[in-house]
C-alpha cells in the first residue's frame, strides 16, 4: 500500500484522492479551503457529480482517505489545482488591449512549493493540472530540486475527464503519461492502475502536455465552426440544426453543435495556453477563441431584436451553468448573456435549478415557474433537462410568448398562436 498525497480537492482531486483510497492507498487530500475540508470532515462534498458523494463519504468512513490543509510526507504526490487564465490587462500589459490571456501557474507553483520539504528519495510527482507546454521540465522540475532531492520521479497525466461523466470516465478513459524520463513514466502508469480500466499511453512531459491542450482546442475550434455557421444560417435563411444533422450524414463529418459560447475550466482556457506558447502561428486558435467569445452579444442581439418595440421588457434567463446538468458556472457564457443584457437595461431573472448561489449583482436566483409568468421573453442558455421538458403549458403563462432557444432544448415549435420561437441558427 502506496502513501499518496492529492493537492486540490476540486473536480479532478476529489474523485481522484476518493478513487486512490477506495482501491488500495493510503491518501491524504489537501486543499488550501478551509471551507471544503470543514464539508469533507462534515461527510459533505461541495461539488455536485453522480456518485462522488458515497465515493468520498466510503473513503473517509474507511480510515484510508485523510484531509489537511498541509500536505506531509509520502511516497507519491499528485498536484490537481486549478490553472485559471489570467486576462492581460491584470497581467500588466495594460497597453495591449488585444493581446491574449495568459496562464497563471500560481496555484501550481504553490502547491509544488508544499511539497519540497517532504521529499524523499524515490518519491513520485504526478502534475495533473492542465499547464502550457515546457511547465513540468521549466517550472515545475526546478521547484522540486530545490529540495536538494535528484532523485525524483515526475509526471504529467493530465485529466481527461467530462464533467457529469466524471467518476466513469476516471476509470474507464485511457490516460496519457508524460514522464521526465521513462523511469517516471512508468511509476505513474503503476500508480494510475490500481484504478483505470483504460489504455495508458506512454510518452514525455511536454508532447503529454501538448495532447491535452490539443484535444480541448479541437472541440474549441470545431464549436466555433458551428457557430459561424449558425450565424451564416440565420443570414441566409437555414436551420442551421438540420443543416447540420445533414451534413454529419457524410461518413467524414463530425460536426458539434452551436450554441451561446463555450464554456467551462477547460475549453473556454486551454487553447490560450497553446496561444501563449506560440502566439505568431495561432490565427486559426485565436480567431476560434473570439467566434465563440462572440456568442453571448449575438444571443443579446436575439434578444433585442425580438424585444424591440416592448416597453420595459422582461428578459428571463433559463439555465447560467456553463453546460446542461451540472452546478458549474465558471466562465459561462450564460452568465456573460445576463450581464450583457443588464448592460443594455433590460430587467432580467435569473434561473437554474442546478446553481445554490450566485453572486448579488446577478440578483435573486428564481425558480422556473416563478420567472415565466413574470416574463416578456424566455432565453434557454442551458439545456438542462428541467427546460428540455418545458411545453407550450409552461410558456403559455408567461406575460408574452417570446422564446429564444440558443441550445435547441426543446423538441416541438410551441403550441400557442401568438408565440414567438425563435432557435439561435434558424433562418
Ligand atoms: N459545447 C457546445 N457545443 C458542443 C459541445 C460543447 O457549445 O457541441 C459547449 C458546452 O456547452 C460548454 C463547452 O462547450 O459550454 C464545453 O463543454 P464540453 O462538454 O465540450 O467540455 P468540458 O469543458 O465539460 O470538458 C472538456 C472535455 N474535453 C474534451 O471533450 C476534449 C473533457 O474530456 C476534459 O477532461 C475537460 O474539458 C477538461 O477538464 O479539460
Known amino acids: 500500500m502506496e502513501r499518496i498525497c492529492v493537492l486540490g480537492l476540486g473536480y479532478v482531486g476529489l474523485p481522484t484522492a476518493a478513487m486512490l483510497a477506495t482501491h488500495g492507498h493510503d491518501v491524504l487530500g489537501v486543499d488550501v479551503s478551509r471551507q471544503v475540508l470543514d464539508r469533507l470532515h462534515d461527510g459533505e462534498v461541495h461539488i455536485h457529480e453522480a456518485g462522488l458523494r458515497s465515493l ?10 485523510r484531509v489537511a490543509e498541509e500536505p506531509g510526507p509520502a511516497d507519491a504526490f499528485i498536484v490537481a489545482v486549478p490553472t485559471p487564465f489570467v486576462r492581460h490587462e491584470q497581467a500588466g500589459a495594460r497597453d495591449e488591449p488585444q493581446a491574449a490571456p495568459v496562464a497563471d501557474l500560481s496555484f501550481v507553483i504553490s502547491a509544488a512549493e508544499a511539497i519540497v520539504p517532504h521529499l524523499q528519495p524515490g518519491n513520485l510527482v504526478i502534475l495533473e493540472s492542465t499547464v502550457p507546454p515546457r511547465t513540468t521540465e521549466d517550472v515545475v522540475v526546478p ?18 475527464v467530462l ?16 514522464g521526465i524520463d521513462r523511469r517516471s513514466a ?21 508532447t503529454a502536455e501538448l495532447v491535452k491542450l490539443m484535444e480541448n482546442t479541437y472541440r474549441d475550434v470545431n464549436i466555433a465552426l458551428a457557430n459561424e455557421f449558425a450565424l451564416v444560417a440565420e443570414r441566409v435563411g437555414v436551420d442551421v440544426w438540420e443543416a447540420i444533422d445533414l451534413a454529419n ?24 495556453f497553446v496561444v501563449q506558447a506560440a502566439p505568431d502561428l495561432t490565427p486559426l486558435i485565436q480567431a476560434a477563441r473570439r467566434v465563440n467569445d462572440g456568442m453571448p452579444a449575438h444571443v443579446v442581439e436575439l ?10 421588457p422582461v428578459i428571463a434567463c433559463l439555465g447560467l451553468t456553463y453546460k446542461a446538468d451540472v452546478d458549474d458556472v465558471r466562465e459561462s457564457p450564460a452568465l456573460k448573456v445576463l450581464e450583457l443584457l443588464k448592460a443594455e437595461g433590460f430587467e432580467v431573472l435569473a434561473c437554474d435549478p442546478h446553481v445554490r448561489a450566485l453572486p448579488e449583482a446577478y440578483g435573486p436566483l428564481l425558480p422556473v415557474s416563478e420567472v415565466l409568468p413574470r416574463a416578456d421573453c424566455a432565453v434557454i442558455l442551458t439545456d438542462h433537462a428541467e427546460f428540455r421538458t418545458l411545453t407550450s403549458d409552461d410558456f403559455g403563462l408567461m406575460r408574452r410568448p417570446v422564446v429564444i432557444d440558443t441550445r435547441r432544448a426543446l423538441k416541438a415549435r410551441l403550441a400557442i398562436p401568438e408565440a414567438k420561437h425563435l432557435v439561435l441558427g434558424s433562418g
Open 303 to 312: 434578444v433585442k431584436q425580438a424585444m424591440a418595440g416592448v416597453e420595459r
Open 143 to 160: 521547484i522540486l530540486h530545490r529540495s536538494g532531492v535528484r532523485d525524483l520521479l515526475v509526471a504529467h497525466c493530465p485529466e481527461r
Open 56 to 65: 468520498v463519504r466510503a473513503a473517509l468512513k474507511s480510515g484510508h482517505l
Open 186 to 206: 512508468e511509476a505513474a502508469r503503476a500508480l494510475y492502475a490500481s484504478f483505470v480500466e483504460g489504455e495508458m499511453l506512454l510518452t514525455d512531459a511536454t
Open 249 to 272: 450524414r457524410h461518413p467524414r463529418v463530425k460536426m458539434l453543435r452551436p450554441g451561446p459560447g463555450v464554456g467551462g475550466h477547460c475549453i473556454a482556457v486551454d487553447p490560450w
Open 163 to 178: 464533467p457529469g461523466r466524471i467518476l466513469a470516465e476516471l476509470v474507464g478513459n485511457g490516460r496519457v503519461i508524460g
